[in-house]
T-cell receptor, first 114, second 118 residues
Framework: AQSVTQLDSHVSVSEGTPVLLRCNYS??????LFWYVQHPNKGLQLLLK??????LVKGINGFEAEFKKSETSFHLTKPSAHMSDAAEYFC????????????FGTGTQLKVEL | GAVVSQHPSRVICKSGTSVKIECRSL??????MFWYRQFPKKSLMLMAT?????????EQGVEKDKFLINHASLTLSTLTVTSAHPEDSSFYIC??????????????FGPGTRLLVL
């Protein structure tokens, strides 16, 4: 079985400060890991994905995430938050043997303040 | 990236009626599409996997006679909520795998359909 835990339901940062959204996973097989962002009234957008290549993955809009197998983590970071980053972020896991089904975390609401 | 559309974006219906939601892959052919349900302040829950030309595969606890799925072409899957009741009110999201992507097949999501049953 696979699962994803997003440790924070809400994160609030000031504009220009770093962002850290935490994610831990559990998977019996080598997982593929994703971060998706959901803006209000918009569809889910893929930020980045890890697929067993480089452990540090760079995504769109300055986001990146590091796969740490020893810690079973895939935290999402950004050096400097922008107001437009305010949204809901989902950490997602899948594995090839599972029919590529996605298992979603419960989401983290990112708030960016002036 | 690949584009997936949904129609309608929002729908209000009376209790007891049926509602059809369409999911289209606009620039690629998708042999597999997925239907999710998202409750307020909650994560996405996979309802079923829609396979072109064959029966959908439903997740445990999802009533297949309640949520009818038809994947008649490589670019269209439909979800019909039959005899809708207020508890069916939710945000329904579809996704499609782009087989052109090398390696892990990424899912691309539609913008969602907000269903309100009165």
């Amino acid at each position: 079985a696979q699962s994803v835990t997003q440790l924070d339901s809400h994160v609030s940062v000031s504009e220009g400060t770093p962002v850290l959204l935490r994610c831990n996973y559990s998977s019996s097989y080598s997982p593929s890991l994703f971060w998706y962002v959901q803006h209000p009234n918009k569809g889910l957008q893929l930020l980045l994905k890890y697929t067993s290549a480089a452990t540090l993955v760079k995504g769109i809009n300055g986001f990146e995430a590091e796969f740490k197998k020893s810690e079973t983590s895939f935290h999402l970071t950004k050096p400097s938050a922008h107001m437009s980053d305010a949204a809901e972020y989902f950490c997602v896991v899948s594995f090839t043997g599972g029919g590529n089904k996605l298992t979603f975390g419960t989401g983290t609401q990112l708030k960016v303040e002036l | 990236g690949a584009v997936v559309s949904q129609h309608p974006s929002r729908v209000i219906c009376k209790s007891g009626t049926s509602v059809k939601i369409e999911c289209r892959s606009l620039d690629f052919q998708a042999t597999t599409m997925f239907w999710y349900r998202q409750f307020p302040k909650k994560s996405l829950m996979l309802m079923a996997t829609s396979n072109e030309g064959s029966k959908a595969t439903y997740e445990q606890g999802v009533e297949k006679d309640k949520f009818l799925i038809n994947h008649a072409s490589l670019t269209l899957s439909t979800l019909t909520v039959t005899s809708a009741h207020p508890e069916d009110s939710s945000f329904y999201i579809c996704s499609a795998r782009d087989p052109r992507q090398g390696g892990v097949e990424t899912q691309y999501f539609g913008p969602g359909t907000r269903l309100l049953v009165l």
